[in-house]
């Protein structure tokens, strides 16, 4: 039978779909881009107004702390955890008990001069305990104590000439300075060039896998002796 051109209605029917899919998702590409610009211009604005409003809030905050720094309380210095980061030196939560009282410096008066106390801390190395230990005498030759209440001086708190010339601290204190690694040069002699490190690393393999072998042979041989 006579098909009256049905095929070709229905490839123009495909193609007008075709393309009529492509222009709306063009259209829709297109919509995306201009939502995706003015969102990027309204965020920069309020980044703006933002970093003002932070500004503003952290000249509030020192002049209702002041005297006391603007960074917060004093923290020690400790290693990262696990073996991937505990080369690396950051700032801790607190002080230990143990640190404390190596600094002559009682728990509940480190709190109220501001100095942060952890007290589930453990000291695992006696060069970190000496580090936190001389960062909290340091801290505490350059303190300037006020008294709590103006011309009421007592024992602990600074001379009234210290707290003339005390200024309030706004950036960061005894930061903690991380040592970069030296390299050491040194001169190629004789005796380095000719050390032949595959060879010495084969033959500690082979005197680590034969070490049972020797130890019983050289058990029976003394154990001969004896007989």
Known sequence: MVDHGSGIALLLKFYDGHVEKAANLRAREREREISFFIAQVRNGEAQQS???RRRIARQKKAVKIFPRPTTGKLRPIVHGQ???YNMKVRS???????ELKAAGIPKKYAQSIGIAVDHRRRNRSLEGL????????TFKAKLVVFPRRVGKFKAGD???EELASATQVQGPYLPIVREKPSVELVKVTEEM???????KLRLERMNVR??????????EAEKDEKK
């Open 50 to 52: 933002r970093k003002e």
């Open 82 to 84: 696990t073996l991937k």
């Open 92 to 98: 801790g939560r607190g002080f230990s008990l143990e």
């Open 130 to 137: 000496q580090a936190n230990v001389q960062r909290l005498k």
């Open 158 to 160: 600074s001379a009234p």
């Open 193 to 199: 060039k000719s050390f032949k490190a595959y060879d």
């Open 210 to 219: 034969h070490v049972g072998a020797r130890q019983k042979k050289a058990a």
